[in-house]
């Protein structure tokens, strides 16, 4: 059976412009948590963001701590990234290269990256409605699961349907009618619904 590819959506301010395509990143914020890296957990990247965040929402704290772990440590060289444009209102689709990198220089203060090798820009046209709904999330860092396959084939790399798989025969010993029968029938008599 052939692996599944992680496919993932990540969302960058409009001020970023081309700079994420024209220097091959995708990156996420929070400049004030310095390097992502020296947080070995959720729990530790929900401590700091309470204490570097005081007036964040209680709620808010998992959600965010979840984003940051999953972009530090959960997504894998290999994985796609889909990253909808703001600026040019283009959809980039790349596979991620490398392991997460913290850039204190950044101009755009998007210091916790990860290099991409871009695959291809698409116009949004080129896309169902429903699948730029779902890449239109308002979270920054999201798995792509419904239409993963859409994106997945722009750039050649659509993971081809396996057949469904009959039901199994059922093994009947000496049932009479020979050795194998399709499942057990139904339990239900047509008396059973009889009035």
């Known amino acids: 059976m052939a692996q599944q590819i992680a496919v993932w959506g990540i969302h960058m301010g409009e001020h970023?412009?081309?700079?994420?395509?024209?220097?091959?990143?995708?990156?996420?914020?929070w400049p004030e948590l310095g390097d992502l890296g020296q947080y070995p957990d959720r729990e530790a990247l929900k401590t700091a963001l309470a204490c570097t965040y005081p007036d964040k929402k209680p709620g808010a704290l998992p959600v965010d701590?979840?984003?940051?772990?999953?972009?530090?440590?959960?997504i894998r060289p290999g994985d796609i990234v889909i990253y909808p444009s703001k600026h040019d209102r283009m959809v980039n689709i790349g596979r991620l290269r490398g392991d997460y990198a913290h850039v204190p220089g950044d101009p755009d203060e998007y210091r916790n990256q990860r290099h991409v090798a871009w695959l291809?820009?698409?116009?949004?046209?080129?896309?169902?409605q429903s699948a730029l709904n779902e890449i239109g999330s308002f979270i920054t860092l999201?798995?792509?699961?419904?239409?993963?396959?859409?994106?997945?084939?722009?750039?050649?790399l659509a993971v081809p349907q396996q057949p469904e798989a009959a039901p199994p025969f059922r093994k009947f010993p000496n049932?009479?009618?020979g050795q194998f029968r399709w499942p057990a029938p139904c339990a239900f008599s047509p008396m059973s619904f009889s009035r």
Not at 65 to 74: H, K, S, V
Not at 120 to 128: A, I, T, V
Not at 143 to 153: G, I, K, P, S, T
């Open 16 to 29: 970023v412009a081309a700079r994420p395509i024209e220097l091959g990143y995708v990156a996420i914020g």
């Open 65 to 74: 701590a979840g984003t940051l772990f999953r972009f530090c440590r959960e």
């Open 120 to 128: 291809g820009r698409f116009p949004r046209s080129n896309f169902s």
């Open 142 to 156: 999201f798995a792509v699961r419904e239409h993963a396959a859409e994106f997945l084939d722009k750039v050649g």
């Open 175 to 177: 049932s009479g009618r």
